[in-house]
């Protein structure tokens, strides 16, 4: 496993990589379908951003305040203005978890049930992973490359892979779809996308 040092580095590239890609979303877009089925483009670009917004309340002990996480406090601000919403977002959680202070804190996550709490590490590595396979989501939306350093990709996979599968992953309620078949020459990408419930070939409708 990464060092929480490494982990923070990864994560912030992957963060990173999540605002360049934004940058070039236009609002035109934001009807598109994602890999995300239930989630038009606008839908998945607010739930990032609210978790951005609820993360960086957690790194500060306030993850427990459910207004931080909602997705209908932002989707207006999104809509008029996808990249900069979601930068200004995506830039207060960076800004608090860049802070040394933030490994102490137990993060509250309450999208895992009332009063769960995890350390700095454990949930960064939730949110790392979540913005590697995000990141993707949007990049396949608009039609556009999304690449990571291999080492960065390397660790979200082994973070990855250690989400389980079954039953559980087919509720409404589940971050992730069913698992897909691994494939033996897919690339790491691939093979954390398909453990994740997304098919690295998925293409928007009617495409």
């Not at 973070?159 to 897909?180: E, Y």
């Amino acid at each position: 496993m990464p060092t929480i040092d490494m982990l923070r580095t990864h994560h912030r590239t992957a963060v990173m990589a999540t605002i360049d890609i934004v940058q070039r979303v236009s609002t035109s877009d934001l009807e598109r379908p994602t890999p995300c089925s239930d989630w038009n483009l606008l839908e998945l670009m607010a739930h990032m951003t609210a978790q951005h917004r609820g993360f960086a309340a957690a790194a500060h002990g306030a993850g427990g305040d459910r207004a931080a996480w909602e997705t209908a406090a932002v989707i207006d601000a999104v809509a008029a203005d996808p990249a900069g919403s979601y930068a200004a977002a995506a830039c207060e959680l960076l800004t608090a978890t860049a802070k040394d202070e933030a490994l102490a804190v137990p993060f509250e996550l309450p999208d895992f049930g009332p009063g769960a709490m995890f350390p700095f590490e454990q949930a960064i590595g939730f949110h790392f992973v979540d913005y590697v396979v995000h990141g993707w989501d949007v990049a396949r939306t608009v039609r556009i490359p999304f690449e990571l350093p291999d080492n960065v990709i390397d660790a979200a996979l082994m973070i990855g892979l250690q989400v389980p599968s079954g039953d559980f992953r087919t509720s409404v309620a589940s971050p992730f779809g069913p698992a897909l078949d691994p494939l033996p020459d897919g690339t790491g990408l691939d093979r954390l996308l398909r453990h994740l419930g997304r098919s690295p070939t998925w293409s928007s409708p009617g495409e």
